[in-house]
């Protein structure tokens, strides 16, 4: 496997890291003060592409590939993981209209999303629908020309915000064959949005429950096939699974870069901490543990960028990234000694921030289901 990068991916990776140190950086406590990532950051993370890294140009994407976007969302990650979240949901959702959408919707949602002018959101999970999508409630039945939605989300990413949600409701019979998918646009009525979830970490992202009451859509917000919503789902998960690996990455990245600064400044016992055989030895693991992590994500997003079966990939290093990013962080605060448990570091942060990694988009218990169900049927 070749994993130097071509020259389209080092110039995406160079952008995304010059916009990250300059912009996110200074930005990422007001950030999760805030609560929000600011439009203005958002609008020139559109400007340069970083909204639609992996949709063709004639939708308003850059075209760049599955590789360019996980190097991009690694350098995003490594300076403010709640601006992380938010550009990944919206690649997910320009990346799910691109691949599943009419004309007309792509033509709509594709060029607005990649903009910056808004962000999108992901409505699966349900607050007795999490890992087992397949037992949703949320319905929508036929009534003429329309569909009307009943129903509630949980967890939604930027729900608060977005312009575009892509929606899943019941349609037909109980499991996974009667799911739908829909588009439903910010502030349609029937659409409510739901308190500010307080997190633990990613506090600079928005996440929210939302309530579907008599929300009435034209039949035309139909994504992909009628009952297919569940497939769209689950190929959109793949997809999205090595997004919040590469996420994992670049926050163990920032946390590894302030580790290494921290340990040549910090002296303890007339020596820099550096000189400490145990604080060399959490520097090796972390870095052993990162660069692990960099090979599986890469080779999930060549895997997905060359058009073959990537699923069981994008598991093991959506497991083991988040696995091992969580170690570094933690291993992060340790070097920091007190300090590390303060707000006037950034390794508390990432340490708050990266825990979610092995939950959402699939906790690690679901990802070694994937993962064991593959290994056994080979
Ligand atoms: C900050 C944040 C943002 C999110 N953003 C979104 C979003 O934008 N859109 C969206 O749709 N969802 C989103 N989610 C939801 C997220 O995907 C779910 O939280 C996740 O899938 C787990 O579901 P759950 O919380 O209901 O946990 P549960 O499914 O209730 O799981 C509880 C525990 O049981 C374990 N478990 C469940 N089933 C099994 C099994 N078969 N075998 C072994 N263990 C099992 C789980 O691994 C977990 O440890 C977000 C969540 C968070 C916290």
Redesign the pocket.
């Known amino acids: 496997m070749d994993f130097d990068l071509s020259e389209t991916q080092r110039m995406v990776r160079d952008t995304a890291r010059e916009f990250a140190t300059r912009v996110l950086v200074p930005l990422a406590r007001t950030a999760e003060r805030e609560e929000r990532v600011r439009p203005e950051v958002l609008r020139e993370m559109g400007e340069l592409g970083l909204l639609a890294v992996n949709v063709d140009e004639e939708l308003g994407g850059v075209g760049a590939g599955v590789v360019s976007y996980s190097v991009a969302m690694t350098e995003v990650a490594r300076a403010c993981a709640s601006t992380a ?1 938010t550009m990944a ?1 919206t690649n997910m959702v320009g990346e799910v209209i691109a691949k599943f959408g009419s004309d007309a919707q792509r033509k709509k949602y594709n060029p607005w999303l990649a903009s910056g002018e808004t962000v999108g ?5 349900e607050p007795d ?4 999508p397949g037992a949703m409630r949320t319905t929508a039945r036929r009534d003429g020309d329309d569909y009307i939605i009943d129903g509630q ?7 608060a915000w977005a312009g575009v949600f892509v929606v899943w409701a019941r349609t037909g019979e109980a499991g996974t064959k009667g799911i739908s998918c829909f588009l439903v646009e910010g502030g349609t009525p029937g659409l409510k949005v739901g308190h500010h ?1 307080d ?1 633990t970490g ?1 506090r600079g ?1 928005n ?1 929210v429950p939302l309530v579907f009451e008599n929300c009435r859509v034209p039949a035309t917000a139909l994504l992909g096939e009628l009952s297919g919503g569940f497939k769209i789902a689950m190929m959109a998960l793949d997809g999205g699974r090595i997004g919040i690996a590469s996420q994992a990455l670049g926050i163990g990245e920032g946390a590894l870069d302030a580790s290494v600064k921290y340990a040549h400044d910090r002296r303890a016992f007339g020596a820099a901490i550096k000189d400490f055989q145990a604080i060399q030895w959490m520097i090796a693991d972390s870095r052993t543990d990162l660069d692990a992590s960099r090979v599986l994500v890469m080779r999930a997003a060549e895997l997905k960028e060359q058009g073959v079966a990537f699923t069981r990939e994008a598991s093991m290093a959506k497991l083991f990234a988040s696995e091992a990013a969580w170690r570094v962080c933690n291993r992060a605060v340790q070097v920091h000694g007190g300090y590390g448990y303060t707000r006037e570091f950034e390794v508390e942060r990432f340490w708050r921030d990266v825990r ?1 990694t092995q ?8 990802q070694r ?1 994937v993962i064991a169900r593959a290994a056994l049927r080979d």
């Open positions: 979240v949901v959101a992901f409505a699966l999970s629908a999490g890992s087992d989300k949980q967890w939604i990413t930027s729900g979830e997190k990613l992202s996440t979610v939950i959402y988009e699939g906790t690690s218990e679901i289901i």
